[in-house]
């Protein structure tokens, strides 16, 4: 084959520049044998282990693992930039188009071809920038972030990519090379995990639709695009729903959201947001997590300031406790005079306060605008005394564990004395 080629530089009159020329031999772990060798012309060939073209690194074990490494470490790299908007008060939507302009194109560059399977850095880099734009905490849940923002895994989106360039392959005229190779491949098929046809062939079947493998009638275009994005989204939200009911700080966003949708509270300014995602997700400062991370039983985790003994959850803070009552009084007035809605004679029923402050809301999107913003900063104001009260009794008790310690010494000096006498 080398030959072929020189002989064609020759009879052209041009030369390959042998020092640039690498030969990558794709094998499966085995080494190179001693007698590999490779010469174009009389010049022997630098044998390497990988090689990049067109911006996708080829590695002779038939890993991605460098192009995937590679990209994760440039889009990381353009993070500070959506943190820096972020500080200078950039809007939602304008930090969304960063993030989706600049950052995540760079984590699918070439998804296509190489993106088959999990891949946990770019799930981990669009659960952080969710999380900063949504003004949740950087410990927030994948499932509460991408819910609230109404995205996909970047799994899903590989796999859309790949379906779509798919649906191109297939539709190619019989004599193009990609298409004889494709079919040539594909009536050889073995179960192959780097095979992208296998890979492929996967997918299909996860989304029920090993048919269209088979038969590949896709339809056109924007058919199949249809297609696929209505059974992708499907299996997204099961295995949305599913993570979700493995963590327990979701215990309260798990009865709220039902849908993998945007929520219109985003719409808030990041201060007024950020409350209202906290509360959601279960990533807060309430005593039901901070106990969560300190190991207390969930019994254990009772509201220090109103002496109830009820555990300090969301909604014994936004709807029970006592210490926020005048707080919460003005909320509800507030909504009652902005929408006409009583929220006070719904008192009894939480899930439905909770649901029509901080869930899907109730009435029109206008109605539900006004409330997220009162509820919103309800939230800020009821947190900001939490926090007050909370210090000014850690005072307390440190003041009254100092005379508890100087009476102790006192008592011990007094014995001493006794024994002298
Ligand atoms: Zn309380």
């Known amino acids: 084959m080398l030959d072929l080629v020189f002989g064609y530089s020759q009879k052209w009159r041009f030369q390959f520049n042998t020092a640039k020329s690498k030969v990558v031999v794709f094998r499966r772990g085995s080494k190179l044998a001693k007698n590999d060798v490779f010469f174009m012309g009389l010049d022997e ?103 609230d923002a109404g995205w996909w895994s970047m799994r899903a989106r590989r796999d859309f990519a790949r379906l779509r ?69 499907a299996n997204e939200v099961l295995a949305w729903k599913a993570g979700m009911q493995k963590k327990s700080k979701l215990r309260l966003y798990r009865s709220l959201k039902m849908d993998l949708r945007r929520e219109e509270y985003l719409a808030l300014p990041l201060e007024q947001r950020s409350g209202i995602a906290g509360m959601r997700s279960g990533t807060n400062s309430l005593r039901v997590e901070t106990g969560r991370w300190r190991g207390e039983a969930l019994e254990n985790r009772i509201c220090m300031l109103c002496g109830t003994g009820a555990v300090e959850d969301e909604t014994h803070f936004l709807i029970s406790c006592d210490i926020y009552s005048e707080l919460r009084h003005q909320m509800y007035s507030q909504i009652e005079e902005a929408t006409g809605l009583r929220f006070q004679v719904r008192q009894g029923d939480s899930q439905w306060i909770l649901n029509a402050s901080l869930g899907g809301g109730i009435g029109d999107k206008s109605t539900r605008a006004v409330i997220h913003g009162v509820v919103a900063r309800f939230i800020r104001a009821a947190l900001k005394q939490r926090r007050k009260l909370l210090s000014f009794f850690n005072q307390l008790n440190r003041e009254e564990r100092e005379k508890e310690l100087d009476s102790t010494f006192l008592l011990v000096g007094r014995g001493g004395e006794a024994d002298d006498s």
């Not at 088959?116 to 972030?145: C, F, N, T, Y």
Request: aromatic share 8%; glycine share 6%.
């Open 165 to 233: 360039f798919w649906h191109k392959i297939v539709n190619l005229p019989e004599d193009r090379l990609l298409k004889r190779v494709y079919n040539v491949f594909k009536a050889t098929l073995k179960p192959d995990h780097s095979s992208w046809i296998f890979a492929t062939r996967k997918i299909l079947e996860n989304l029920n639709l090993g048919h269209v493998w088979r038969s590949e009638e896709t339809g056109s275009a924007k058919e199949w695009g249809a297609l696929v994005r209505t059974c992708l989204h």
């Open 45 to 147: 060939l630098d044998i390497v282990d990988s090689i990049k073209y067109l911006g996708v690194d080829f590695q002779s074990n038939l890993s991605w693992k460098s192009t995937k490494d590679r990209l994760a470490k440039k889009a990381r790299a353009r993070l500070a930039i959506v943190r820096k908007a972020m500080m200078e008060g950039i809007s939602l939507e304008a930090a969304e188009n960063l993030w989706s302009t600049l950052i995540r194109p760079v984590l699918e560059f070439g998804g296509e071809v190489w993106g088959a399977g999990a891949w946990q850095a770019a799930e981990q880099i669009q659960r952080e920038v969710g999380s900063k734009l949504l003004g949740m905490s950087s410990h927030a849940a994948d499932e509460a972030v991408r819910g």
